[in-house]
């Protein structure tokens, strides 16, 4: 059967947009609409499967399967469709309160496990839905509603905790630097196996300006390139070494000057679904339940 | 020469001794033998929750009883005419539930000064006459076991001591006539690996079985005949194992894969283990990070089109609930098994109740109907787990499976199912139409929304946690479409079908016991202990709890006076009095422990 080339449009559900004006999620739904035809995947084999918030919605105005489930619970989910459906190209997105707080234990699990999906965390450092307070990776000293003396957490870095609950792909893109996210989606799409991308998002109403740094001035952003040195950080990249990935995500602008976008970490390793599939192949066993139910000591009346 | 043989209609034994005795190895053994001799029979295992309790201490002691008769028998036994008390604790701990002039089988050698004092005892009740009232044999176990096994090459002393459950398991085998040969393949096979420990198990074996016939000690020998049950091929089986296979039958039936997302609690991890021996089935199992991972995990393979389920206990259940709520909304089968335990909060693992009635069916946020049932025996765990399945993928709903402790352990003969000829599932996932996909819309009959599977071309859609509106499913926070919404799944929930309620009814009776669940057996026990002293007396036992069966109010109202039995402070009592504005009462306990059929006859007794 002939596909019918997909575009962008076949993408938009028939569904109005409800993000703020000016909010950094049309964009990233703009550029993950734009990379979708490139996939190549029939529509119906994809699903977009996100928790709880403002990045949560984003699987209604996708014209693929979804799910808007409950908070911080996408990645379980997702696993469990994953595990059973490996045909299917699953999709998590999720943000910083959702996947790094009320859901921090499923997501280093869908990390480490490697189930099949792909998860996006919009990160803009604050809570958005709930009107303005701190998050997990807002800074110490954020002043919001909760903490109007300031917030005295000290900020998880989504990259480096990926990196320790041993994921294979971790990544980092910028809401408005289409190209930039769009090359990201293709790696990660590419990648067997679980792939983090961290999508620095910029929230105008509670946290406007958070990334200014990189998103007013183009030439600030920095990328990374396998086998090419940062900058003149005088690091040379390796995706495939952890050390230097874990060195590289700790690079912060406020320290360092530079904030590194990309491809972290890319390594091959068994996907939890692919795994499981294998142990399923290789079962001993008739699968004769009649059998099942007989085996053991028996006994017969009358 | 052989001694006399008296006999009896029905025994309940109790061996009890140190966690690490190997006790409910012992009791499940002397079970095996006591199926093969073909009596009906029930058991009870009554263990710590710890795994290893310091030797010797009372927290520590571990209980298998098993009763056994030449009749259909309903209950592992109120109390046992036989105690084995391994040490000093077994008997502090067991000994108050022994009737006087109950047999008690001691192991002389546990019996030592530090041993004594670890049970709290001043001095050894073997010699200060407090045993007088039972019928002592002090056998010394230990060294009879250890005497015998001095000549097997390669056992230590330890080993050799540890054998002791094996001469007591000889013992009562000759003792009670017991069929010993699946006992002796049993060791062989259990112990291949290792020869010498084969061979002293089997010598601790044969010299208890011997020592029975010779020695003087015991005098005659019992015989309990077969029992008259219904004809087939039976096998024992465990609540935990059958409510296991009865899922991968469910699979089957339906057509679609298994999956079960499950995290490790106490006592319902058996059944994500026996799940994980069937992949030859296709079942997938999934040991989650947590029980909300579990749950969420078997909701997303429902969302592709699998039997989804996730089995868990009271502490574990109540995590799932937030999951429980959206698989309402979002219509979608999921089956949720909660083995009961005593609670509140970790309360007591290992022991049984059915105090979480009223959380599986109201513990949720907002207007949230989930059906609920309830098996009533060990076997039954089988059937129930067809019956919740069927009842999810036909209604696109959660569904809970309520089990407990008792069921989940607890072994009976189990006349082996047929699998040709249970009824197949019907599963029908949607297909494009020509018309816009709808998919909130209802079939007439059952109020299902249709399953739409992704990777089904043209059915693309998006559901999720936000009120949705009718038909089409998009976001909706209308006023009248959540009003409309809240009642059409009140409606699917409450249009169940469910078999009209059963009453096992005796003329002129006008007393109702009603109960539910796990103590089927305790309460039946007890309405015909009530009948065969004269009393006349009507026995409901509920499967379905949400909906309740159509006729129920109707069978209440018919009798003047209605006794709800329950392991718990009043769940269901609490339901029907509400319902149906009848005056019942309760009969309540909460001890860890299944129903007596005693206290239940006597409970009857007194509205009679």
Redesign the interface.
């Known amino acids: 059967m002939t596909e019918q080339k997909l575009a962008l449009k076949d993408f938009k ?1 028939d ?1 109005e947009v409800r993000w703020c004006p000016g909010c950094g999620d049309y964009a990233i739904l703009a550029a993950v609409q734009g990379f979708m035809p490139e996939l190549g995947i ?6 977009f ?1 996100s928790g ?1 918030g403002c990045a949560a919605r984003f ?2 105005y ?9 908070h911080g ?1 996408a ?11 490996p ?2 190209s699953v999709w998590v997105v999720t943000g910083d309160g959702d996947a790094l707080s009320i859901g921090g ?2 997501l280093i ?1 869908a990390l480490r496990r490697n189930v099949n999906i792909k998860i996006l965390l919009f990160n803009n450092r604050i809570y958005g839905l709930t009107k303005g307070q701190y998050s997990p990776t807002s800074g110490q000293g954020k002043v919001t509603g909760s903490t109007p003396m300031g917030s005295v957490d000290y900020p998880f870095n989504p990259l480096a905790l990926a990196l320790g609950a041993g994921a294979t792909f971790v990544a980092r893109a910028l809401d408005i630097d289409k190209p930039g996210l769009t090359a990201v989606l293709r790696r990660a799409a590419a990648h067997e196996g679980a792939a983090l991308v961290e999508v620095f998002q910029n929230c105008n109403i509670y946290n406007d300006g958070e990334f200014d740094y990189i998103r007013e001035d183009k030439d600030a952003r920095t990328y990374l390139e396998h086998g090419r040195e940062l900058g003149s950080t005088g690091i040379t990249h390796d995706e495939t070494d952890f050390a230097t990935a874990f060195a590289l995500a700790q690079l912060s602008w406020e320290a360092d000057g530079v904030l590194p976008l990309g491809v972290f970490r890319d390594v091959p390793r068994d996907s939890y679904d692919e795994l ?1 599939q294998a ?2 192949d290789n ?5 004769d ?2 059998a ?11 | 020469m052989a001694k006399p043989v008296e006999q009896l209609d029905s025994v309940v034994i109790r061996f009890a001794g140190d966690s690490g005795d190997g006790m409910q190895l012992t009791g499940g053994r002397f079970t095996s033998e006591t199926a093969l001799s073909g009596n009906d029979l029930a058991t009870f295992p009554d263990f710590p929750a710890e795994i290893r309790a310091p030797a010797g201490s009372l927290p520590g002691v571990s209980g298998f009883q098993l009763h056994f008769a030449d009749h259909d028998i309903l209950t592992p036994g109120d109390r046992p005419d036989v105690l084995v008390a391994m040490n000093p604790a077994a008997l502090k701990t067991n000994l108050r539930d022994l009737p006087k002039g109950g047999t008690l089988i001691v192991d002389t050698d546990a019996f030592t000064d530090r041993n004594l004092k670890k049970a709290g005892y001043e001095s050894s009740p073997l010699d200060d006459g407090s045993l007088a009232d039972y019928q002592l044999h002090a056998v010394p176990l230990t060294s009879l076991t250890v005497g015998a096994l001095k000549d097997i090459d390669g056992v230590t002393a330890r080993e050799a001591e540890r054998a002791k459950n094996m001469f007591a398991l000889g013992l009562m085998s000759w003792l009670y006539g017991r069929e010993t040969e699946s006992t002796t393949t049993f060791i062989e096979r259990k112990f291949a690996a290792r020869p010498e420990i084969a061979a002293a198990n089997l010598k601790a074996f044969s010299t208890g079985y011997h020592f029975g016939e010779t020695s003087e000690a015991f005098a005659v020998q019992y015989e309990v005949k077969p029992a008259t049950l219904p004809p087939g091929r039976y096998r024992q089986v465990t609540g935990n194992t059958a409510l296991s296979w009865g899922l991968v039958a469910a699979s089957k039936l339906s057509g679609l894969g298994l999956f079960l997302g499950a995290y490790p609690i106490t006592p319902a991890s058996s059944i994500l283990e026996e799940l994980a021996r069937q992949k030859a089935f296709g079942v997938r199992t999934f040991q989650a990070e947590d029980e909300i991972a579990a749950v969420g995990a078997a909701l997303g393979a429902s969302f592709g089109g699998s039997l989804g389920v996730t089995t868990s206990a009271g502490p574990g259940v109540v995590l799932k609930s937030e999951t429980v709520g959206l698989a309402v909304t979002l219509e979608l089968p999921l089956v949720i098994v909660d083995v009961q335990r005593a609670g509140p909060s970790t309360g007591m693992p290992t022991k049984p109740e059915q105090a979480d009635l009223l959380m599986v069916l109201h513990g949720r946020n907002g207007e949230s109907p989930v059906p609920v049932l309830a098996a009533a025996t060990p076997g039954d765990c089988f059937y129930a787990a067809i019956e919740a399945a069927r009842v999810a993928l036909a209604y696109r709903t959660p569904v809970y499976l309520l089990s407990d402790a008792y069921l989940a352990n607890g072994t009976e003969p189990w006349l082996i199912p047929r699998i040709d000829e249970l009824d197949p599932i019907e599963v029908e996932f949607a297909r494009a139409g020509d018309g816009e996909f709808l998919p909130y819309a209802r079939d007439p009959e059952t109020l299902a929304r249709p399953w739409a599977i992704p990777g089904t071309r043209g059915l693309e859609h998006r559901i999720g946690g936000l009120e949705k509106a009718n038909e089409t499913g998009n976001v909706s926070y209308d006023p009248e479409n959540h009003d409309l919404m809240t009642q059409l799944r009140a409606q699917k929930v409450a249009g169940i079908s469910v078999p009209a309620q059963e009453v096992d009814h005796q003329e002129g009776a006008d007393v109702l016991v009603l109960s539910w669940g796990g103590t089927y057996g305790p309460v039946q026990a007890g309405v015909r202990r009530v009948r065969a002293i004269g009393g006349k007396v009507a026995h409901a036992h509920l499967r379905w709890l949400n909906p309740f069966p159509a006729n129920l109010g109707d069978v209440l109202r018919s009798y003047d006076r209605v006794l709800v039995p329950e392991l718990n402070a009043g769940q269901l009592l609490q339901l029907v009095r509400a319902r149906f504005l009848v005056d019942a009462e309760g009969y309540n306990r909460v001890t860890g422990k299944p129903f007596r059929a005693g206290e239940i006859a006597d409970a009857v007794q007194r509205l009679l």
């Open positions: 559900s569904q029939p529509r119906e084999n994809i699903v499967i709880i699987p209604y996708m014209q693929t399967y979804g799910m808007h489930s409950i619970r990645p379980a989910i997702a696993t469990g469709l994953a595990v059973t459906r045909d299917l234990n499923h699990h499981v142990q399923l079962a001993a066993g008739t699968g339940l009649q099942l139910v007989s085996s053991g000591d028996t006994w017969t009346i009358g």
